[in-house]
């Protein structure tokens, strides 16, 4: 059968455009990367060159050993500052390098979005600020952070009354007690109140907890849909082919338990409409549900964000304080140095300007978020060709190109022990050395750029306040866990065997 000419012409035109666009962006990049003086990156660490299974293979084997970051680390110890590999079709550049980071989040930050994270972060948290990317983000972030004000999250009181309930579940006879479920609970109780107006009260129910309470069923599908996400980030492009039943139901149960909430909220701001149509005056105490819905009243969007900072906002905080008080049981000087300054309050609960004044404890926590940082590593994917300062030419010291379509992952983990920007003793618990450390790019437990954590003050006035007030009620802090830190790595990183301590009553 003969071919209509116009098939061949078409066919042509086809090949034509192909061979054209890829010679066009070949040009293109050949010229990116010599105006910007860029050398390819000496490193390829992956063995299988067309899936990187190796690299897979390594990484499953380090997380059920729970050695992911050491062996993160010694990577980067052994292959360079910054180095190629890849996973199933994903290329990906590894850094640990300040200057890089920086030109990611900051400097280069439109050049980069979320990549996959937000198709297994989506079904949980929807559109919200920790899960979407340009205009939308700009958004949420626009109508969020006036609620991060120092006035907003000094609430000081509602701490205090949160941590007297969790005083009431450590044993004053020093038998042993898991600080990190205790914290757990509070950072869960805590974040609740001041996002849904409605705590969990997760810490009036150790020991007696009823299936049938919904605060009870909300925090245990809230906790099942976090640890299902790390499931679906795993399984990247397959995950569409796991049955996911349990998974779904969380969501489902997470997204009533919080619509509730958000009913109320709009039923607020219909009357306040009307108060202010009719004049009459109303209490105006700040509740953050409130205040979104003084912003919009899309249902959806509401509940969208808030789910996503209960989950930006409750794991970070708890990890936190484990991580710093499992250093403490093991360092009791550490702990006893924290007493000799908390002791200036004369066993007063602190006031929010005082907490800020005590410097060790700011030391601790610095210290403690610098060696366990709660969110160790991160990424962010290429949406153009784009160019990072350093990784490129033998010593890693030249610019690196870097191709759209690529993963760039960066490990706080990684640099905030590096030897060279901390001294030979950066894997040390080390609080002192905060006196004179005034780091920039290379500390970054919070990020960086337009994309910093808004809940930062937040945190670490949870975090001082549970801190300052446990320390006055206990003299001393013992060790129950025989062995080392181990890394809990989910979507953050807690102690793996909990924080199993004995305490002296003051
Ligand atoms: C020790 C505690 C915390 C740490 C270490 C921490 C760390 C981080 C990090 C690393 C990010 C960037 C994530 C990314 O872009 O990939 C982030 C973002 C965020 N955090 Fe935190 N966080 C903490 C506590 C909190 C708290 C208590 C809240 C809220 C109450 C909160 C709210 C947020 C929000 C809303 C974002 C998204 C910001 C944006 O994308 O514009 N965080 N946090």
């Given amino acids: 059968m003969a071919h209509s000419p116009f098939v061949f012409v078409a066919v042509g035109a086809l090949i034509s455009y192909f061979l054209y666009t890829r010679i066009t962006l070949y040009l293109a990049r050949q010229r990116m990367i010599k105006e910007n003086g860029c050398q390819p ?3 390829v660490f992956n ?7 190796d690299v897979i293979r390594m990484m499953v084997r380090n997380s059920k050993k729970h050695i992911v970051l050491q062996e993160n680390q010694k990577r980067f110890e052994t292959h360079g500052k910054t180095y190629w590999t890849r996973a199933v079709t994903l290329p990906i550049i590894a850094t640990c390098e300040p200057e ?3 030109t990611i989040l900051s400097l280069k930050f439109k050049d980069y979005s979320f990549g996959n994270r937000k198709t297994a972060f989506g079904p949980l948290l929807g559109h919200g600020i920790f899960n979407a990317d340009g205009e939308r983000w700009a958004n949420s972030r626009h109508m969020l952070r006036p609620n991060f004000t120092r006035d907003q999250v000094a609430d000081i009181d509602a701490f205090e009354r949160h941590v007297k309930l969790m005083l009431k579940h450590i044993p004053r006879d020093g038998s042993t007690v898991d600080l990190q479920e205790l914290f757990f609970r509070l950072t869960i109780d805590t974040a609740t109140e001041f996002l849904f107006m409605h705590s969990t009260n997760s810490l009036r129910m150790v020991g007696q907890e009823d299936e049938h309470n919904e605060d009870v069923i909300f925090g245990k599908a ?3 849909a976090q640890e299902d996400i790390t499931t679906r980030l795993r399984f990247g492009i397959f995950d569409r082919f796991r ?4 998974g779904e139901e969380a969501i489902q149960i997470c997204h009533r338990y919080i619509d509730r909430f958000v009913d109320d909220a709009l039923k607020f701001r219909r009357e306040l409409d009307e108060e202010k149509r009719t004049g009459t005056s109303k209490d105006d105490k700040y509740y953050f549900i409130q205040e979104v819905a003084k912003q919009t009243t899309d249902k959806k969007r509401i509940r969208d964000e808030l789910i996503n900072i209960l989950l930006a906002g409750r794991d970070t905080t708890a990890s936190l304080l484990s991580n710093m008080y499992f250093q403490f049981s093991k360092k009791p000087e550490i702990y006893a140095k924290l007493r000799e300054e908390v002791a200036s309050l004369d066993g007063r609960a602190p006031t929010y300007e005082e907490l800020r004044n005590l410097k060790y404890l700011k030391y601790c926590l610095n210290e403690s978020l610098r060696t366990h940082p709660v969110v160790p590593g991160n990424s962010r994917f290429a949406i153009r060709d784009t160019v990072l300062p350093l990784g490129g030419g033998p010593d890693g ?14 490990s706080p983990y990684s640099m905030h022990r590096r030897k060279d920007l901390y001294g030979s003793d950066a894997d040390e618990y080390k609080p002192e050395r905060w006196e004179s450390l005034r780091p920039n790019w290379e500390y970054l437990p919070f990020n960086g750029g337009p994309r910093i954590c808004l809940g930062q003050q937040y945190a670490l006035t949870e975090a001082s306040y549970v801190t300052v007030r446990l320390v006055q009620e206990f003299s001393q802090i013992e060790s129950r866990d025989p062995g080392p830190w181990e890394e809990g790595l989910t979507l953050t990183c807690c102690s793996l065997n909990g924080v199993k301590v004995g305490l002296t009553p003051a």
């Fill in 41 to 43: 990156c000496a490193t």
């Fill in 397 to 410: 010291q030249r610019p690196l190109f870097v191709p759209k379509g690529t993963m760039v992952g960066y």
């Fill in 243 to 246: 049955k996911n039943e349990r």
């Fill in 100 to 102: 890089n980071v920086k």
């Fill in 47 to 53: 063995k299988d060159p067309f899936f990187g299974i």
């Fill in 222 to 224: 809230f906790n099942y």
